[in-house]
């Protein structure tokens, strides 16, 4: 008994990683299984949002229940940037190298690393939406580091542990990253009610 879930995402590492963390629990549905090729907006400013606005999007136009997540990095030195803005940080190409560099230049003698990354799953069903958050605490490092994982996970330390997401396995990073942790939520719910 698989329930099917349109997961309103372009991007295949998201599909990625919340395919391993559902386990083949739900059977993912895609943007483009459903037709949907077009880019969705993102337009509210914040995180919560843009992951709301996802949803509703497929919701209205395409009268599916569906999930959609919204991430950011946010940088205690910089005023929580670039937050919302993180795909876009260093323009509208969203080039995870230019991202970084430009990220690790704006640190640049500061002492202050700490960060962190904010995910927001936005579940809509029958029209009402859930909103289900995942934050993981850590700073950021003096420079790359690791090869695994995407965006922006060479340069990024979670507490606790002295390796950055890109030196992790899939399963030891969503055991404890922002996406996991709002993935475990939000299947505790599906799964109460
Ligand atoms: P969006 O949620 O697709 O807008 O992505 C926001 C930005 O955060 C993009 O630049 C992603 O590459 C980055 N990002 C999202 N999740 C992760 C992650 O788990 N690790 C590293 N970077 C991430």
Request: hydrophobic content about 35%.
């Amino acid at each position: 008994m698989h329930m099917k879930m349109v997961f309103a995402t372009g991007n295949p590492n998201k599909v990625r990683e919340i395919s391993q963390i559902l386990d083949g629990r739900f059977d993912l549905v895609g943007l483009k299984d459903i037709g949907c090729t077009e880019e969705i907006p993102e337009t509210t400013g914040t995180i919560q949002g843009n992951a709301i606005q996802k949803a509703m999007y497929v919701y209205e136009n395409y009268g599916m229940d569906c999930f959609s997540e919204d991430t950011g990095l946010e940088v205690f030195a910089l005023d929580m940037e670039p937050g919302v803005d993180t795909a876009l940080y260093a323009g509208p190409q969203k080039d995870p190298e230019a991202n970084m560099a430009k990220l690790l230049r704006n640190l640049e003698g500061k002492t202050d690393r700490k960060a962190r990354f904010r995910t927001v799953i936005a579940f809509v069903k029958g029209g009402e939406v859930k909103t289900f958050e995942g934050i993981v605490e850590g700073k950021i490092a003096l420079g790359k580091r690791g090869t695994k994982g995407f965006g922006y996970d060479p340069i990024f330390l979670p507490e606790g542990k002295d390796i950055s997401f890109a030196q992790m396995d899939k399963d030891e990073k969503n055991k404890i990253s922002h996406r996991g942790r709002a993935m475990n939520k939000f299947l505790s719910y599906l799964k109460g009610g």
